[in-house]
């Protein structure tokens, strides 16, 4: 667990949304924390996806987490639990990964979330209890489940910048403007807070590329969101989501590390201006 540090600024808190499923939250938000955290930043990757996906990637396949320890269920079921019971270093294999912490996600999530509908100010749950760790985190990067469900609200209203992977599916686009309803519908007013970038970003498929570049520039509101990296199509990142690793410790040589820098370096630059 990260040691109680003396820092001034409170974590930058990054959710990866998409509605559509498949579009690449898990693989961005587990292998964008593990770029981050590798350059010297202090992380936190929450799983709030009952999938646990990332559940397995961070805790090498320990997907029911719940037999083994406290998950974000605890977060949503007991307004009094101490985050810090939940929160494990990540894992690569039997490796701790350097300055980077997890809290696990489990199937029984979703039912965890059904009986959250009732509570009042439900949308802020996680925000309370990340309040008492967020000064001790350079990043804190959540992994939500596709759809908009009650986690993904308690995403929107926490985070600092909403991060959003389109992949080659055009479907993505169309689930966009709902996606972005629902932000502004949580933040009461227009969300401006988030970026879109290409993932599965394949250069030779000049017209599915042209496609969806002219649809996203269509968006008025989403032509200045777009990001200037990519994650390139690269069947590494599938291998290493099936052997339960974060692609640098699966493939050290996989050309995608570095399209996973260089968008941890692009949200860098963002995220001064957005301070200054
Ligand atoms: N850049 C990429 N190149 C090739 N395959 C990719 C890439 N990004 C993700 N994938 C693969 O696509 C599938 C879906 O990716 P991922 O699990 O990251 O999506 P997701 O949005 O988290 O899905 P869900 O909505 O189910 O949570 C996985 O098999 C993953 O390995
Ligand atoms: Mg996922």
Do not use: W
Not at 28 to 51: C, R
Not at 156 to 168: E, G, K, R, T
Request: charged content about 25%.
């Amino acid at each position: 667990m990260a040691p109680v540090s003396s820092r001034q600024q409170k974590a930058k808190i990054y959710a990866v949304m998409n509605n559509k499923g498949g579009a690449g939250k898990t693989s961005t938000a587990t292998n964008l924390a593990v770029a981050m955290a590798l350059s010297g930043k202090q992380g936190l990757v929450i799983d709030s996806d009952q999938q646990a996906n990332s559940t397995e990637v961070l805790a090498h396949g320990k997907k029911y987490y719940a037999q083994y320890g406290n998950t974000i269920c605890n977060l949503y079921t007991d307004a009094r639990f101490d985050i810090r019971k939940a929160i494990i270093p990540a894992m690569a294999g039997e490796t701790e990964i350097p300055n980077l912490d997890f809290i696990p996600s489990d199937p029984s999530f979703e039912k965890v979330l059904e009986q959250a509908l009732t509570r009042s100010h439900r949308e802020k749950i996680l925000h309370r209890h990340l309040q008492a760790v967020a000064d001790e985190y350079d990043f804190i990067i959540i992994d939500c489940a596709p759809g908009l469900n009650l986690a993904t609200g308690n995403a929107i209203y926490v985070a600092d910048h909403v991060l959003v992977p389109v992949d080659a599916g055009s479907f993505s686009l169309s689930g966009l403007e709902v996606m972005l309803d629902f932000m502004d519908e949580i933040n009461e007013e227009e969300f401006k807070n988030f970026s879109v970038f290409r993932n599965e970003y394949n250069a030779s498929k000049k017209i599915m590329n042209n496609f969806i570049q002219d649809e996203l520039m269509k968006h008025k509101r989403i032509q200045n969101r777009l990001l200037e990296s990519r994650i390139r199509d690269d069947q590494t990142i599938v291998q290493s989501q099936v052997a339960c690793l974060p692609l640098f410790y699966y493939a050290k040589s996989s050309l995608a590390l570095n399209d996973y820098r260089k968008l941890a370096r692009e949200l860098e630059t963002l995220s001064q201006s957005e301070v200054a």
